[in-house]
């Protein structure tokens, strides 16, 4: 079972600071997922990765595949972007994603 | 489209009752999942559907059931709803490189 861990667990910042997320994982994988748990509990998929590095407005994902390990960045912080963060893997079977416990981002104005 | 749609949004059962939340989605979407969120622990897959017909066990199957008639619908059953139970329950569609939640089900058990 690949186990899947995130840093920090938790996250305070100030509004325009650059945010840093990391995951890292045990076991090989085909693809790797970051999502967005709003304060409301809904659930969004803002990237999959499975080499390189994506990026989307303010948000820019990378990974290592032979490090197993990905990190999200937000740049220019805004309190809308205070969020549970969540890493997923997958494995590449049917038998679905296992994800990181999330860190939890709160960004001060 | 509506996406993921999960009904109801919040439940409280006693032990041993049984009940279905219901998951559907308009995507056309062939892979569907059940996952359950509880404080402290990652999203824990419970049962996955790789099309209509098929259903398979995830990581934390007991205590539900699953079917899978139609693309669309995807179930879960509480055979008797235990306080373990309680937790946050999200469906989930996939297509590509894309996940698709549901907004999820509040479910507490006394």
Redo the contacts between chains.
Sequence with gaps: KNEVEQSPQNLTAQEGEFITINCSYSVGISALHWLQQHPGGGIVSLFMLSSGKKKHGRLIATINIQEKHSSLHITASHPRDSAVYICAVDGGGADGLTFGKGTHLIIQP | NAGVTQTPKFQVLKTGQSMTLQCAQDMNHE?M?W?RQDP??????IH?S?GAGIT?Q?EVPNGYNVSRSTTEDFPLRLLSAAPSQTS?Y?CASSYA?????G??TRLLVL
């Design positions: 892979y999942s996952y402290g622990m990652g999203l824990r897959l996955y790789v398979d995830g946050v999200f490189e894309t996940q698709y939640f907004p999820g």
